[in-house]
């Protein structure tokens, strides 16, 4: 797939262009909320400073996100701007997934690591601070919609064995139809959340933790 496809947003497009690849070093394209930080714990503070909470009835942010006044469902317009703001002022605050950061800095010595994450590009320049912070210094493409035409972009670029890792199951048939070469692992960081949903049906693999995560990559991913 070319960088020129109309399913590759622009700006997703400007940003893989300026990732550098070393030819045949294998790729982990990781995703960052409930991967590598704890998107729902922030997300349950945030509201509760708002007289909202999550039901906990599904997966769905929709009809889950309710006032506690009258435990009504939070309106679908209203959704949006609502997580946009919590985009806006939590990003930069979220606590980071147990072992993501050590299992990175191991799996990095061998391997090209991006985090590709679904943030508005509003809150970019705070999650790439937060990366820092917590020791993920890599490099990080903010995406818009599905991640298949992004995933199949940066194999593109890197020629290289590659690993996906997201929460989202349809993110995992976006990568499936555009790049089916890339092995796909389904993780969800909070076992709250993980408990709702079973594994991804076009993940390769579901994994439960990071150390988890960590073996599976490594007996993936062999330098060329």
């Known amino acids: 797939m070319s960088d020129q496809t109309p399913l590759l947003p622009a700006s997703v497009a400007e940003q893989i262009a300026g990732l550098t690849f070393t030819s045949g070093q294998p790729l982990i394209i990781v995703d960052a909320d ?11 503070v945030f509201l509760a400073g708002r007289d909202l909470y999550f039901n906990w009835a599904s997966y769905a942010l929709y009809g889950n996100i309710r006032q506690r006044q009258d435990d009504m469902p939070v309106a679908a317009e209203l ?11 939590a990003t930069e605050d979220l606590e980071p997934v147990d072992g993501a950061a050590a299992a990175l800095a ?5 391997n090209r690591v991006v985090v590709l994450s679904n943030v508005p590009m509003a809150a970019r320049e705070a999650r790439l601070r937060a990366l820092r912070r917590h020791g993920m ?18 194999i ?8 996906f890792i997201d929460d989202i199951p349809h993110n995992h048939s976006s990568v499936a139809q555009l790049a089916p070469a890339v092995h796909r692992l389904h993780f969800i960081a909070d076992p709250r959340l993980a408990a709702l949903l079973g594994p991804a049906a076009d993940s390769h693999h579901r994994a439960e933790s990071w150390p988890d995560l960590q073996r599976l990559i490594t007996s993936l991913l062999v330098p060329a």
């Open 137 to 154: 210094d890599f490099p990080l493409v903010a995406n818009s919609g599905p991640k298949g035409p992004a995933v199949a972009s940066l």
């Open 79 to 89: 959704l949006h701007p609502l997580l946009q703001r919590f985009f806006a002022e």
């Open 34 to 44: 409930e991967v590598l930080f704890y998107f729902m714990r922030g997300l349950e």
């Open 106 to 110: 191991a799996l990095s010595e061998t």
């Open 156 to 163: 593109e670029r890197a020629t290289a064995p590659a690993v």
